[in-house]
């Protein structure tokens, strides 16, 4: 018999406390990171991007939705507004892939004194969030130049330019300023940070109470799709005959290739479903549904 | 190798501190500053999204043309303006550069013009909005239009803590440096004295996230004593809050003149979609 797990749950003022302090914190190291130069190689840019290893470790640490949201706000507030570098709506679209990998981050840790769990998590949030931010780009391209095809090699260096800057914020200093850091502080500040906002730190292995919906796993899925359906999609555009294939008799029947793929999408989603529905079973039969 | 040793002597708090207090606070003296916040944000929202959708040249060009207007109105600063032109530059060209690397021609240069100008509109619209509301006018115009307040908390508390937070994590950095060594010789490219800053600052991070979990309960605290979280929720305090807010004759005329004059352009527009190139 499996007892019934004790949810993480917070009051209206601790959830206040770790929002202010990861917004006054984050909000900080971005003003440093504006004024930090870059080294730039030509296109590429060697530059100390964030400081990514803040917002991961409170999301670690705390509850990772206000820690992420906090650092989101305080990005925006420190680094933009008072800089007077605001950039408007460009901004909502930072807030909401930053604090989405930050939060992901978060829930991916169970217990923040397994270093391999903490690593891992770090990278995967420093990773979708330059995924997310690089696909967001070169879609701006693709919506702003009207005939994309008709400027050779347009996408492509679009595609290039984004690629290796992913590259670099990824390796450069996702690894520097995200998984080392994170690595060194999440395991020392366990069990001392949380008593001085007056609250027990997370036991291992235990559940929070909201956004059980937005599961790491449905993250980083949507992620890898995202990146599949993008490669597939330049592939088509710039015509690259790579592992190119005609079904026999494609050119003819057109209409029942539309159908046949509209039901492989339904199979994919029908499994998807299922997948979750038994892991939700699973979770209740253990005795820690939470909504 | 001096350009290396000036920016390290850029990261110094005092500068960013006396950054900050030259950007604050000096902006409702112009014209688009004593606009209602509700009228700019509004106006503002237009142009951030609607030249993402137009590629008529004529229309694009006519409303580069009343946002350059607009950004001399609201006297933005000229450093501003002149990052915003470099980083046009920079990333139009490389991408245009690229382009012929792939097999483009000299073809490829009028999409791209068209993108350099949707582009600008956006970024000038964004700098004459956002350099002609003050921080509190800004907090207050986004909550009437129904942003959460802890936004506008934040905006306030970040301008107060700030001093704070930067004279506390100077300290720090100093008794670091105190205890540490300095890398004796520079390096290639000073990558040595580079690597070693950047180790610090992160370090200082521990001992300032501690201190700042303090005080971020104090603060929350006292806030709880004042009746935060009740005000925040209630309505009527929220509109006694904003009732200073009010849309008067020059808003009115404002709004018209530049419905106007889109209802112009884009007759213009429709008309000779190609006036330019």
């Not at chain 1, 800057?165 to 999440?186: E, H, K, M, Q």
């Not at chain 2, 000229?78 to 690397?101: A, D, E, K, R």
């Not at chain 2, 004459?128 to 509301?133: E, I, M, Q």
């Not at chain 2, 959460?148 to 100077?170: K, Q, V, W």
Request: glycine share 8%.
């Amino acid at each position: 018999m499996s007892t019934l797990k004790t949810r993480y749950t917070l009051t209206q003022s601790q959830k206040m406390m770790i929002f202010v302090l990861s917004m006054s914190l984050y909000g900080l190291s971005n003003m440093f990171t504006e004024l930090i130069p870059s080294v730039q190689l030509g296109p590429i840019e060697l530059s100390v991007e964030y400081f990514a290893f803040i917002p991961l470790t409170l999301c670690m640490l705390f509850h990772p939705l206000y820690a992420a949201v906090g650092a989101a706000v305080g990005e925006i507030i420190f680094g933009e507004l008072m800089l007077g570098q605001f950039g408007g709506l460009g901004e909502l679209e930072k807030f909401i892939t930053f604090s989405l990998a930050m939060y992901t981050a978060g829930r991916m840790v169970s217990d923040p004194k397994n270093r391999r769990q903490v690593g891992i998590a770090a990278i995967t949030g420093v990773a979708i969030h330059q995924f997310f931010s690089s696909v967001i780009d070169i879609v701006k391209v693709w919506v702003g130049v009207e005939e994309l095809e008709a400027v050779q090699g347009l996408a492509e260096s679009v595609v290039l330019i984004e690629g290796v800057s992913f590259l670099n914020d990824v390796l450069f200093s996702g690894i520097l300023f995200a998984l080392l850091p994170t690595l060194y502080l999440v395991p020392r500040l366990y069990g001392k940070i949380e008593p001085l906002l007056g609250m027990k730190p997370r036991e291992r292995n235990m559940q929070y109470a909201t956004g059980a919906w937005l599961s790491p796993k449905l993250v980083i899925v949507g992620t890898l799709l995202a990146a599949v359906a993008l490669g597939a999609e330049l592939m088509s555009e710039s015509g690259w005959s790579f592992g190119e294939f005609e079904l026999p008799g494609a050119e003819s029947n057109e209409g029942s290739l539309i159908w046949i793929s509209i039901a492989a999408a339904a199979l994919v989603a029908a499994a998807i479903i299922l997948i979750l529905r038994r892991s939700a079973r699973r979770r209740q039969e253990a005795g820690q549904l939470d909504g | 190798m001096e350009a290396v040793k000036r920016a390290l002597d850029k990261i110094s708090v005092e500068r960013i501190k006396l950054e900050l207090l030259g950007n604050a606070y000096n902006s409702s003296s112009t014209v688009l500053g004593r606009l209602d916040p509700r009228t700019l944000l509004i106006w503002y929202l237009f142009f951030a999204i609607v030249p993402w959708f137009m590629h008529n040249r004529t229309i694009l060009l006519g409303m580069f043309i009343l946002m350059a207007v607009c950004t001399v109105l609201a006297r933005a600063s000229t450093f501003i303006i002149f990052i915003l032109c470099l980083g046009l530059i920079t990333q139009v060209g490389w991408m245009f550069l690229l382009s012929l690397f792939f097999g483009g021609g000299g073809e490829s240069v009028l999409p791209m013009l068209t993108l350099t100008l949707k582009l600008s509109v956006i970024s000038l619209a964004s700098i004459t909005v956002f350099s002609s509301l003050d921080p509190e006018r800004l907090s207050d115009g986004l909550s009437a239009l129904g942003v959460p307040d802890a936004f506008a908390f934040s905006l306030s508390y970040g301008y107060r803590i700030l001093p704070t937070l930067l004279e506390e994590f100077h300290q720090i950095l100093l008794s670091f440096r105190l205890r540490g060594l300095r890398p004796q010789k520079n390096g290639m490219l000073y990558w040595r004295t580079a690597a070693y800053y950047l180790r610090i600052i992160v370090l200082v991070f521990y001992p300032l996230m501690l201190n700042t979990a303090k005080r971020s309960r104090t603060t929350v605290e006292a806030l709880e004593t004042r009746g935060y979280n009740y005000a925040v929720n209630n309505p009527q305090v929220k509109k006694l809050k904003l009732s200073y807010l009010s849309l008067k004759p020059r808003d009115w005329m404002f709004a018209g003149v530049t419905a106007l004059y889109l209802i112009a352009l884009f007759t213009l527009g429709t008309a000779f979609p190609e006036l330019i190139y």
